[in-house]
């Protein structure tokens, strides 16, 4: 497993081994999942500076006079807003990501004992 310094990075290089249809080890796999829950932390304040952004515009807008129903529209219908649910993608991945890992590490460890 190749040194990779953010999530992004290690996503990519995931895509390509899966693009290459190569398997990857169960040791590699092991220690993916704890670099990504390492840095896991970074993009978590990521979303919540990106959530503070987004309510921030619906007050912004609430203040001029438009109704919650409206401002909400108008923010979900900007960039700040589809960051936040790429950010928040991301996060769901990387969860999955490691929940996957926690299976494989399960069911190599239970191919070695034989179950």
């Known amino acids: ?4 310094d953010t999530i992004p990075e290690i996503l990519e290089w995931l895509k390509e081994i899966v693009k290459m249809k190569q ?10 999942a704890q670099r990504v829950n390492i840095l896991l932390g970074e993009e978590r304040d990521k979303l919540l500076e990106l959530q503070q952004k987004v309510n921030q515009e619906k007050v912004a807008l609430i203040e001029t006079g438009k109704n919650g129903t409206t401002a909400k529209l108008i923010v979900e219908s900007g ?12 996060i769901d991945q990387c969860t999955e990501l490691i929940r996957i890992s926690k299976l494989q590490a399960r069911l190599v460890n239970d191919e070695i004992k034989g179950y």
């Open 23 to 32: 398997t990857i080890d169960h040791h590699e796999w092991v220690r993916m």
């Open 79 to 90: 960039d700040t807003y589809k960051e936040f649910c790429k950010q928040k993608g991301l």
């Open 1 to 4: 497993f190749p040194s990779h």
